[in-house]
């Protein structure tokens, strides 16, 4: 079974930094995209920054280009997201998404997500 996992969150100041991780676990034959996406109180889930499996094509939201920084490590199928100059409106439940993920048990591409971690940024 495939399961996401994600670590890093937390309470930090304004202008500061947070690196969010996701490790994919279970008998994993590949992952096509990953990404993370955000949903703040009363809001909607919204894209924060996607990578393709070779790491070649990465994807940010207007509101986090030359904050965050996405990133992967196939090998040990885990997706980062370093954060850096955090801003009050960044506090949110972040998520991780495995697009094409290929399973033994399944054989088929299937997407996931992870439970969420949560980013406070105190102003």
């Known amino acids: 079974q495939v399961q996401l996992v994600e670590s890093g969150g937390g309470l930090v100041q304004a202008g500061g930094s947070l690196r969010l991780s996701c490790v994919a676990s279970g008998r994993i034959f590949s992952i096509d995209a990953m990404g993370w996406y955000r949903q703040a109180a009363g809001k909607q889930r919204e894209l924060v920054a996607r990578?393709?499996?070779?790491?070649?094509?990465?994807t940010y939201a207007n509101f986090v280009k030359g904050r965050f920084t996405i990133s992967r490590d196939n090998a040990k199928n885990t997706v980062f997201l370093q954060m850096n100059s955090l801003r009050s409106e960044d506090t949110a439940v972040y998520y991780c998404?495995?697009?094409?993920?290929?399973?033994?048990?399944?054989?088929?591409?299937?997407?996931?997500w992870g439970q969420g971690t949560q980013v406070t940024v105190s102003s």
């Open positions: 998404n495995a697009q094409g993920v290929v399973a033994s048990a399944t054989g088929r591409a299937d997407d996931y």
């Open positions: 990578i393709t499996s070779g790491g070649g094509t990465k």
